[in-house]
């Protein structure tokens, strides 16, 4: 039991550590191109592909050589889109987006001289490299890990936790905004995880994170201010934490919170039918 504990433990962090490497050594060599003059959309091309490349890497040899894991405990596999998660991960952040609509707010473009870049960030970076990169940590490596060695609940649960807290680090939130954030980024890691056991493949969770990082992060972000990583801002004149989501952003919204539920309940709906399918299939052999 204890070795257990420890390898799972051991995996987890090594998962962790090559994340924040991959991330660390494709930014580095974005700013060293653009130092010796390459333009900066090409600089944040090459972060975009070595942050998610890094990552699989790193996750795979030392799943495989160091704890022994097969990449399928990850759900590592081929990509295999559903449909609906694709609808999904459209649906999702573009809803939320337009909810705000009907609260009182003006839309703003970033000042930045050319939006190019900054569209290029949030598209390439913040959204597809971040998305994959950030599931293949948290739902591939650290959630297969605890599902190997444990059970399904604390896989989701745990690296759901995780998640959420994770994103407290760097930033400078008061008490409300932490447990807004913890509350909220708990349920969006518990949606990923759902969706990735619903779908059997962590490509459809990373859709779907991808998706909302494009959009609400890189494209629309809403918020109480500009924001200067995004090509628009919708800008909020609202002091609601529930509206607001606090210091963090509206990710950590009631909005945001009742979006995740709602696909939490798709996932779960579409597990039930799997189980009920499979029982059915069984039964007539």
Not at 19 to 31: W, Y
Not at 35 to 55: D, F, H, N, Q
Not at 143 to 151: H, R, V, Y
Not at 200 to 220: M, Y
Request: glycine fraction near 8%.
């Amino acid at each position: 039991m204890f070795k257990r504990v420890l390898k799972t433990i051991g995996m987890c962090i090594a998962a962790m550590a090559v994340a924040v490497a991959a991330n660390l050594l494709g930014t580095i060599a974005s700013e060293l191109l653009t130092g010796l003059g390459v333009s900066e959309i090409i600089g944040t091309a090459v972060a975009s592909v070595l942050y998610p490349l890094i990552s699989f890497i790193g996750i795979k040899l030392i799943g495989q050589k160091a704890f022994k894991y097969d990449l399928k405990t990850f759900r590592i596999v081929k990509p295999g889109i559903k449909l609906y998660w694709l609808a999904a991960a459209l649906i999702l952040p573009l809803a939320v987006t337009a909810f705000y609509q009907f609260s009182d707010g003006t839309w703003t473009m970033c000042a930045n001289s050319s939006v190019i870049p900054v569209a290029a960030y949030g598209i390439l970076f913040r959204g597809l490299a971040a998305g994959i990169s950030e599931e293949l940590v948290f739902r591939g490596a650290i959630m297969g890990t605890i599902e190997k060695e444990w059970n399904t609940k604390a896989a989701v649960l745990i690296p759901s936790v995780a998640f959420g807290a994770v994103h407290i680090m760097g930033r400078s939130l008061d008490l409300i905004s932490i447990a807004l954030l913890m509350a909220a980024g708990t349920l969006v890691g518990v949606m990923f995880s759902l969706i990735e056991i619903q779908s059997g493949s962590f490509w459809n969770n990373a859709l779907v994170h991808a998706a909302w990082n494009i959009v609400i992060l890189g494209l629309l972000h809403t918020d109480t201010r500009a924001c200067e990583d995004s090509v628009f801002t919708y800008i909020l004149k609202s002091n609601s934490l529930l509206l607001t989501g606090g210091d963090f952003g509206i990710e950590a919204s009631l909005v945001a919170v009742i979006a995740y539920l709602i696909v939490i309940i798709i996932a779960t709906v579409l597990m039930a039918n799997n189980k009920a399918q499979s029982k059915v299939v069984r039964g007539t052999c």
